[in-house]
């Protein structure tokens, strides 16, 4: 395997721009035609480009798998999500507290920050909300009824489904969901168009999006001190470390991860599989006909729609990666997509299949210590909806373009046509 960069031909062809560019996203199978190329040819790639500090994009399974679960000799840092250094130099010298939630704490302290919530999303704790998220499922296929046979399956379901469900353990009321979509977009698809709302550019809609939180957040905090809940809102505000409540900006942050993480990505997931089965229906009846396949089939969905598109680290010493040796102070991308379709681990990698048994050694919610804390709830919710979609539908076609949202963090498809018949 060779460990130098790819020369791309053109600027057009630049290989970094399959990682940072968000258009670039919108096609996603021109996107997997050429990552497949780099991971079959190198495995690995080094984008050296402009405004980039160099970093090595990863894209093989084994990869992307050994770095997430080495936590000492590979740091998150405020840095975690790539972005032209320009923006982080800015932010630094701004004197703004850098982003500090889960995913870019790194050690004691995120093992300290990480305990405040985790018994909310234990499997245990998790299977408790099944008869709620069983009566949401329900009253999201009897929208899909009421709308005759017609809809935009990731606006009109998948979207306010996945939302309502994190946001009802969250304890915020159902009339402010709309805003909490509203802010999540605004961090996560601030540069797609349709997402930018009326702001002038997508550096100023996150901006606006955050303080839009900070408000918001504070308020909440202060109601559930004042009266707390059985909810997650209340854990948070009253979330102490070592006696002391949580501080006003690690707080917030953790709110923002919770909120945002919790339904953009499994929305994602959620709409780019229902693409998959309106295209071959057959995989949906497979589930009906053998329930056992909720399992493989969900997780299927979240192998290949791998909604999160990836996560960077920091080399704290010296360290070598299958054979990839990186200096201290280097940096890797972990590229969840592409690490998903690796040939090595799934010979036929480019076929969705629910029947596929190992669908399981997906990377998609990431490994080690920041494996995604939500991942029994996403699996929960994609199993729900796909058992009542595969029993009481009887007929389910595409019909028009899948669109997929145009942002190099978290995205997925975000307008998908349908037309379908219940039993
Ligand atoms: C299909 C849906 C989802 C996908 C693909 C996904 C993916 C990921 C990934 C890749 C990470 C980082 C893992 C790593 O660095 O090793 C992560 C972390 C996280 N996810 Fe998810 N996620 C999903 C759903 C959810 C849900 C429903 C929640 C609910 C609250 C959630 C909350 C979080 C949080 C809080 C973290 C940070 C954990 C940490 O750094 O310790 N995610 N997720």
């Not at 797609?192 to 905090?221: C, H, K, S, W």
């Not at 809102?233 to 919790?262: F, K, M, P, Q």
């Not at 201290?328 to 036929?348: C, F, I, Q």
Request: glycine share 6%; with cysteine; hydrophobic share 40%.
């Amino acid at each position: 395997m060779s460990q130098t960069a790819s020369l791309p031909e053109t600027a057009a062809d630049a290989p970094g721009g399959l990682f940072h560019d968000p258009h670039q996203w919108v096609d996603m199978e021109a996107w997997h035609r050429r990552a497949g190329e780099l991971r079959r040819n190198h495995g690995r790639v080094l984008i050296d480009e402009p405004g980039y500090s160099p970093y090595w994009a990863l894209l093989k399974h084994e990869d992307v798998f050994a770095v997430s679960r080495d936590n000492t000799r590979w740091l998150n840092t405020h840095r975690v999500v790539l972005g032209p250094d320009a923006n982080y130099e800015e932010m630094e010298r701004s004197g703004m507290p850098p982003p500090s939630s889960l995913v870019q704490l790194d050690g004691k302290k995120h093992r300290d920050h990480r305990l405040v919530t985790n018994d909310w999303f234990k499997p245990a704790a998790v299977k408790q909300r099944q008869p709620r998220i069983d009566e949401l499922a329900d009253l999201f296929v009897e929208r899909m009824r009421e709308m005759g046979g017609r809809c935009d399956f990731a606006q009109d379901i998948a979207q306010p489904y996945t939302l309502r469900v994190i946001m009802d353990i969250y304890g915020v009321p159902e009339d402010d969901e709309p805003l909490m979509l509203d802010l999540t977009q605004g961090i996560f698809g601030a540069n797609d168009p349709e997402y930018m709302g009326d702001a002038e550019d997508p550096a100023a809609r996150l901006t606006q999006a955050v303080f839009t939180f900070i408000q918001y957040f504070n308020e909440l905090t202060e109601d559930r001190r004042a009266c707390p809940r059985d909810d997650l809102a209340s854990v948070i505000a009253n979330g102490t470390i070592d006696g002391e409540l949580l501080g006003d900006v690690e707080r917030l942050w953790y709110y923002i991860i919770v909120a945002t993480a919790g339904h953009d990505t499994t929305s994602f997931a959620l709409a780019g599989g229902m693409a998959e089965l309106a295209q071959d229906p057959s995989q949906l009846w497979a589930m009906r006909d053998d329930p056992d396949l909720l399992l493989t089939g969900t997780d299927e969905i979240i192998r290949w729609t791998a909604p999160v598109r990836h996560f960077m680290r920091h080399a704290a010493e010296d360290v070598e990666v299958n054979g990839l040796e990186i200096p201290k102070g280097g940096r890797v991308l972990l590229s969840y997509p592409s690490a998903n379709r690796d040939e090595d681990v799934w010979p036929d990698a480019d076929v969705f299949d629910v029947r596929r048994r190992d669908a399981d050694k997906l990377i998609s919610f990431g490994m080690g210590a920041h494996f995604c804390l939500g991942s029994q709830f996403a699996r929960r919710e994609i199993r729900t909806m796909l058992q009542r979609l595969s029993t009481q539908l009887e007929h389910v076609e595409l019909v028009g373009d899948v669109e997929h949202s145009a942002s190099h963090f978290v995205s997925g498809v975000k307008h998908l046509p349908i037309e379908y018949r219940f039993r």
